[in-house]
């Protein structure tokens, strides 16, 4: 009985196609950047994140703008568990430090 090769290309699954795409396109970190700033209140919680007016991240610094004084200071002392979420939902280290406005 014949049988034709199989295609030479292996069928990858759409979440695979679309990582290699955005690797291929150069897009893959600003990807994962929006990705992480997009679950900032299920990272933070609800509290953290209504008092959060801007968030953005340059040069492996997370920048928060915060609409209240005393949330600022409170998130003064656990910058490095801010560093750790985030990291770990990164899966690398993606930010070094936090830097409160």
């Known amino acids: 009985m014949f049988r034709p090769e ?5 069928a990858k699954s759409m979440k695979d196609a679309i990582k290699d795409f955005l690797k291929a396109s150069g897009l893959d970190e600003e990807y994962k950047l929006k990705t992480i700033l997009g679950k900032w209140e299920q990272l933070v919680g609800k509290p953290i994140a209504l008092r959060t007016e801007k968030l953005y991240i340059q040069d492996k610094v997370l920048f928060i703008t915060l609409n209240s004084s005393v949330m600022r200071e409170e998130l003064q002392h656990q910058k490095s568990k801010i560093v750790s ?8 280290n993606l930010i070094e430090d936090v830097y409160l406005m």
Do not use: H, V
């Not at 199989?6 to 292996?10: A, L, Q």
């Not at 979420?85 to 690398?92: P, R």
């Open 85 to 92: 979420i985030i990291n770990q939902e990164a899966g690398y």
């Open 6 to 10: 199989k295609d030479k290309r292996e």
